[in-house]
């Protein structure tokens, strides 16, 4: 499996998780990596992207200035820093690898936020 996505869980409102994702099988170093997260009802939809050494962020206007994406090469590893953390949160976040012609998903990991 490619990515493998951990972290997520239960927290209440304001609180914060890191949710992290491991890849393995292809050149990590050379693919952006990103978080979508997909809510019940509602469409998949990108959180934040990093490119792939690390330079360029972006993120999506609902969640700014509370997650914080980051990489490490060296391990292969990507995480997402989630503080402040709204009940609109709720979703399940996926990683996914993105080298232009080759792109991976994770299977996601379910945060849940209470009120």
């Known amino acids: 499996v490619p990515l493998v996505e951990s972290g997520g869980g239960l927290v209440q409102s304001g609180g914060s998780l890191r949710l992290s994702c491991a890849a393995s099988?292809?050149?990590?170093?050379?693919?952006?990596m990103s978080w979508y997260r997909e809510a019940p009802g509602k469409w998949r939809e990108l959180v934040a992207t990093?490119?792939?050494?690390?330079?360029?962020?972006n993120y999506a206007a609902s969640v700014k200035d509370r997650f914080t994406i980051s990489r490490d090469n060296a391990k292969k590893a990507v995480s997402l820093q989630m503080n402040s953390l709204k009940p609109d949160d709720t979703a399940k976040y996926y990683c996914?690898?993105?080298?232009?012609?080759?792109?991976?998903w994770g299977q996601g990991t379910q945060v849940t936020v209470s009120s």
């Open positions: 990093i490119s792939s050494d690390g330079g360029t962020t």
């Open positions: 996914r690898a993105d080298g232009g012609s080759l792109f991976y």
């Open positions: 099988g292809f050149t990590f170093r050379s693919f952006d």
